[in-house]
């Protein structure tokens, strides 16, 4: 027992513990000791200020808590200058220290709860004056003026227990304490924090807090990392996180000031509001007003999702451009934020090849970023399959994952173009096993869009019955959009990889003349039943992958 005591009040051992690990020093609850003179040391004068008119919850156009706490966040830019909180700007004085806490930036949803519950040895002091005429509890928040003192809360703690906690605390009380007599110790704090400070320090007496509900748990957090105890913060982002998500409160997790979203201990609840969202709005087409009107927080974690239901990348990126454009009216600002926010959650080597050639002409991006962006597009095009594998295989584990495929509702392809001596193109189109297998046993999937001769094509995979309705097989179609009623005739073939060559085998050709929105293709591709096409043996499978290429001749 005297080991683990001399460790927790021990600073060295404080240091290595506390704040190297990132966890608390001791479970032990000492709420007995809270306020009481018997066990404290140092006396804490907490001088609570009105707070400042703009940092009130009351503001006019705001009627939810993400839309105030995106209000909140325009103020923190403005007076995150002028209003830090440094131990290097307090002048210790002959008989107490003094820091000034007044930090605006804190949430204020909460007002001053549970102080009935406050200890009663705790003495308040009400200021004199005018100041005394415009503390009442019931109406300080709307008469006092800015920076007015409000009233005077003291208590008594413990320097120890306090900075076994918290490196502030330690740093306070181990500069400028040259003598015992200066035992007294000024914090000053905005109104508005008075409830979530007062919470803190019983946690850090007794490792538990009274307050339950998402605002008050979010005070005391704040209040947490300004006077940095992170087994508080940790406390708090896991009771948050067992609570029912909202995308409000998932809007306002992400949307917490920068110094909390840095701390580790916050990072499980930020990744659950990142889940949260993705999942809700996986469907863009679904909720796309909805997704709209999102802060640019809540956009990045829904274009981060590996999940994401979309046509293909195409679509991405034009709901980047359509939403930037709705966010951002000046150019400025819309190419800061496509180019050093937004273009990396777009995917671009998974874009086609004409909405490529459209980024480089678009305005919206500035032009070096632009002309980078679609070279590593192209390039990853240009690489070979097991290249590409390899390259998504490496930045699955990273958070930058532009590599990596989506589950698109149309499957890439890769195309080869030809201009002479006749208008021609390639096309291969890769499945894998499990992707075929959930085709059977009526079901298909389609390929993005290729152009020859300005018209758009499309390859479709079937699961389907063959002609004599005996038996389910693998078929292959092609299709022309629909454009009108151009007529366009068309020689195609249709190959797959075969094993054991693991060449291209031609399994069909013909020629067609289409008209807008039809298909032709073959119901039996590989003239064999579904189950002898997906078997363990099948030819048609290398690595797990199904290798289809058309070759498209326009007929003159």
Same mark, same amino acid.
């Given at each position: 027992? @005297? ?60 009627? %939810? ?7 909140? @966040? ?76 409000? @009233? ?21 009380? $181990? ?55 992170? $087994? ?13 998500? %909202? ?10 000031? $920068? ?10 609840? %930020? ?89 480089? %002409? ?27 594998? $390899? ?115 031609? @399994? ?49």
């Amino acid at each position: 027992m @005297k080991d683990s005591i001399s460790d927790l009040f021990d600073p060295v051992m404080v240091m290595e513990s506390e704040w190297s690990r990132g966890s608390s020093t001791s479970d032990a609850d000492f709420a007995f000791a809270f306020n009481d003179s018997n066990f404290s040391d140092r006396v804490l004068r907490i001088e609570i200020m009105c707070d400042p008119v703009d940092t009130r919850p009351d503001i006019e156009g705001v009627t %939810t808590i993400a839309d105030w706490a995106r209000h909140r @966040k325009r103020r923190r830019e403005d007076i995150k200058k002028e209003n830090g909180l440094s131990l290097s700007d307090v002048t210790p004085l002959p008989d107490e220290q003094i820091l000034n806490g007044n930090q605006p930036d804190m949430d204020d949803c909460v007002a001053c709860e549970n102080q009935d519950e406050e200890a009663v040895a705790m003495v308040e002091e009400c200021p004199s004056g005018d100041e005394a005429a415009n503390s009442n509890d019931s109406n300080w928040s709307m008469d006092c003026s800015a920076g007015a003192l409000v @009233k005077v809360k003291t208590l008594h703690i413990s320097s120890p227990i306090l900075a076994a906690k918290s490196p502030f605390f330690y740093k306070l009380f $181990s500069n400028g304490m040259r003598e015992s007599e200066q035992r007294h110790v000024t914090l000053r704090i905005n109104a508005s924090e008075e409830a979530a400070l007062m919470e803190l320090l019983n946690f850090m007496y007794s490792n538990t807090l009274k307050m339950t509900t998402a605002p008050a748990l979010l005070d005391v957090l704040m209040a947490a990392d300004k006077f940095e105890v992170a $087994s508080c913060m940790r406390y708090c982002s896991r009771l948050l996180r067992n609570m029912p998500m %909202t995308p409000d409160y998932a809007l306002l997790y992400l949307e917490l000031p $920068s110094s909390v979203l840095m701390a580790d201990a916050v990072q499980p609840l %930020t990744d659950a509001a990142k889940q949260y969202l993705a999942g809700r709005y996986k469907d863009l087409s679904k909720f796309q007003e909805e997704v709209m009107a999102l802060p640019l927080a809540g956009v990045e974690a829904i274009l981060s999702s590996d999940n994401l239901q979309v046509a293909s990348e195409d679509a991405v990126y034009d709901f980047v451009l359509k939403w930037a454009r709705q966010q951002y009216g000046k150019l400025e600002e819309r190419r800061e934020v496509l180019g050093t926010k937004l273009a990396r959650l777009i995917r671009f080597p998974y874009m086609t090849c004409r909405k490529l050639k459209k980024v480089l %002409t678009c305005n919206d991006f500035d032009h070096d970023v632009a002309s980078k962006l679609v070279l590593e597009g192209l390039f990853f095009k240009a690489e070979a399959p097991h290249r590409q594998r $390899s390259l998504a295989a490496e930045e699955s584990a990273s958070s930058n994952r532009r590599f990596v495929e989506r589950a698109y509702k149309y499957r890439p392809v890769k195309v080869v173009e030809f201009e002479l001596p006749r208008q021609q193109c390639v096309v291969y189109l890769d499945l894998k096993r499990e992707e075929c297998n959930n085709l059977f046993p009526s079901g298909r999937v389609y390929s993005q869009a290729f152009h020859l001769g300005g018209q758009g094509f499309f390859l479709s995979a079937h699961c389907n019955m063959d002609q004599q309705s005996s038996f389910h097989c693998f078929g292959l179609f092609l299709g022309m959009q629909e454009k009108g009623s151009v007529s366009f005739a068309v020689d195609y073939e249709f190959a797959a990889r075969s094993r054991p060559t693991e060449e291209f085998v031609s @399994k069909y050709k013909g020629n067609y003349t289409f008209t807008g929105g039809k298909a032709v293709g073959y119901r039996n591709l590989f003239a064999i039943p579904w189950t002898s096409f997906m078997a363990e043996d099948s030819l048609y499978f290398i690595n797990g992958v199904l290798h289809l290429r058309a070759e498209l001749t326009i007929r003159h």
